[in-house]
């Protein structure tokens, strides 16, 4: 069965910091990849995503994920952490070929200090 | 993109009485949704698959007398909690994927059971 681990419950930064979350995951074979953000009492919006090609993909406010597959790992990185990024994030994997069904990690809180 | 509404946003009742949550794809067709439980401070955990035309595909451990899901059109599944009782109080998020199977989420609705 697929899982995906986050080692960090929460991360605190400083505005302006870079960030760095962790994601590792177990599949048999490359899943989907998928970063989320979700802020309090709000649904979840895509930051990225990773389906196959280049490993460093791009996503949305100035978020960036690299996949390594020798690390099962697909961690989400910014340069420089806005107060607004303050949020709760979410990696998850689908199954290679399909995005439908998604599992999830148990998310990594993170609070951004003026 | 994509947009999926959720109706209520919030809803508080008594225990032992049934409430009906929508989750609707605004600009597209979904034959398929997925409803997610949220707990305070966890990960999402997949409750079921709604299909459009047949059943629902419930995960294990998740009561289907309990939870009923109906997949009423192209655009509609609802989900209703029968006989709540405080323990499914939770924050629950629905989401369709569109054709090119990226999921959009739902806002989601918070249950409140007295």
């Known amino acids: 069965a697929q899982s995906v681990t986050q080692p960090d419950i929460h991360i605190t930064v400083s505005e302006g910091a870079s960030l760095e979350l962790r994601c590792n995951y177990s599949?048999?074979?490359?899943?989907?990849l998928f970063w989320y953000v979700q802020s309090p009492g709000q649904g979840l919006q895509l930051l990225l995503k990773?389906?196959?090609?280049?490993?460093l993909v791009q996503g949305i406010k100035g978020f960036e994920a690299e996949f390594k597959r020798s690390q099962s790992s697909f961690n989400l990185r910014k340069p420089s952490v806005h107060w607004s990024d303050a949020a709760e994030y979410f990696c998850?994997?689908?199954?290679?070929?399909?995005?439908?069904?998604?599992?999830f990690g148990s998310g990594t809180q993170l609070t951004v200090l003026p | 993109g994509a947009v999926v509404s959720q109706h209520p946003s919030w809803v508080i009742c008594k225990s032992g009485t049934s409430v009906k949550i929508e989750c609707r794809s605004l600009?597209?067709?979904?034959?398929?949704m997925f409803w997610y439980r949220q707990f305070p401070k966890q990960s999402l955990m997949l409750m079921a698959t709604?299909?459009?035309?047949?059943?629902?595909?419930?995960e294990q451990g998740v009561e289907k007398d309990k939870f009923l899901i109906n997949h009423a059109s192209l655009t509609l599944s609802t989900l209703t909690v029968t006989s709540a009782h405080p323990e499914d109080s939770s924050f629950y998020i629905c989401?369709?994927?569109?054709?090119?199977?990226?999921?959009?989420f739902g806002p989601g609705t918070r249950l409140t059971v007295l």
């Open positions: 989401s369709a994927p569109d054709l090119g199977d990226e999921q959009f």
């Open positions: 599949y048999g074979a490359t899943p989907y």
């Open positions: 990773y389906f196959s090609g280049d490993t």
């Open positions: 998850a994997v689908g199954a290679p070929g399909s995005a439908r069904q998604l599992t």
């Open positions: 600009d597209f067709q979904a034959t398929t």
């Open positions: 709604s299909n459009e035309g047949s059943k629902a595909t419930y």
